[in-house]
């Protein structure tokens, strides 16, 4: 589940990122998806060795997964796009980013069982200060 949901994700990245015309609006863009994707990756890795995927299914997922966001912007750099498309596109990837986030992950790292929630909680707060503090200096 959290692989389509990020796979999902990705593509609405990769189509932010294909549609923009604007150089801050790309470097934003791109900012964005460069600091959270190889975490996100990462996270997606250390979730299919705990499932005890096989070594095909591991890297078959991988795979599909790496592969959406470069299709996204190959996508959205033939897409015709203007400010009402770049938005839609930018809404929806950050749309799938809140979605996975707080149903897939959050759930998970916040659970009962789960050591240092206030190291967890501080980390994701500064993670969406972070991205708000790029957006605010590259407008």
């Known amino acids: 589940m959290c692989i389509r949901d990020s796979s ?7 189509l932010a990122l294909g549609t923009c015309s604007q150089t801050g609006n790309f470097r934003s863009v791109f900012i964005a998806i460069a600091s ?11 979730s299919l060795v705990k499932s005890s995927a096989s070594r095909t299914k591991f890297w078959v997922l991988a795979l599909i997964f790496c592969s959406m966001c470069p299709i996204g ?23 799938t980013f ?8 959050l759930p998970k790292e916040l659970s009962h069982a789960s050591p240092n929630k206030l190291g ?13 503090g790029v957006k605010v200096l590259d407008t």
């Open 73 to 95: 912007v190959c996508v959205g750099m033939v897409v015709p796009s203007d400010d009402v498309v770049q938005g839609v596109f930018q809404a929806i990837a950050a749309g």
């Open 120 to 132: 967890k909680i501080l980390a994701y707060v500064a993670g969406v200060g972070f991205m708000a």
């Open 98 to 105: 809140v979605y996975v986030s707080v149903e897939e992950i």
């Open 36 to 46: 959270h994707g190889p975490i996100g990756a990462f996270a997606l890795a250390v």
């Open 8 to 14: 999902v994700h990705s593509v609405f990245e990769g």
